[in-house]
């Protein structure tokens, strides 16, 4: 159940579960935190999402995509309730590790994510400088995709 899941990750020992424990804790808390979010309960979704997160960066596992759409979901939850200043954390979390990683399935998610969460906490300038490089990115997959489309044809 979700207590036992929320007990299992505050206990103390948790240092001295396995690494494959550990990862699997975070992971149901971060899918209960994600059906919260998907139900419009942001409270409860930053909470077991604080909680992922916090297991995720114990056991170092915070330099992929499910960490990043963790931190995603954590950003519009926070924004979700007004904590602007959390919500803007989150998102450039998610943002830098996607770039720094180069993690290409959510580079332009969390890029796109991040303009949104400044958007909503009033920060136009910032927000559209990343919403344009966002609309950029995807300008130039679009570019290439038809190049390679017209390329096939060609050969």
Same mark, same amino acid.
């Given at each position: ?7 299992? $990750? ?14 699997? @804790? $975070?992971? @149901? ?9 998907? @139900? ?46 959390? $919500? ?49 990115? #995807? ?5 290439? $995709?038809?190049? #390679? ?7």
């Amino acid at each position: 159940s979700e207590e036992l899941i929320k007990v299992l $990750a505050k206990q103390n020992d948790l240092k001295y579960k396995t690494f494959a424990e550990q990862n699997n @804790i $975070a992971t @149901i808390l971060y899918k209960i935190g994600e059906l919260y979010y998907e @139900i419009g309960n942001y409270r409860k979704a930053v909470e077991h999402l604080v909680l992922a997160s916090n297991i995720f960066k114990n056991i170092e596992r915070t330099h992929n995509e499910h960490y990043v759409n963790l931190m995603m979901f954590l950003s519009n939850s926070h924004s979700s309730l007004s904590e602007h200043s959390s $919500a803007i954390s989150a998102a450039k979390n998610a943002y830098n590790i996607a770039e720094t990683y180069n993690i290409k399935s959510v580079k332009l998610p969390s890029l796109i994510n991040y303009g949104s969460i400044l958007l909503s906490a009033n920060q136009e300038k910032d927000a559209l400088y990343f919403l344009n490089k966002g609309i950029l990115r #995807t300008t130039s997959a679009l570019t290439l $995709a038809s190049s #390679t489309v017209q390329l096939k044809k060609v050969i």
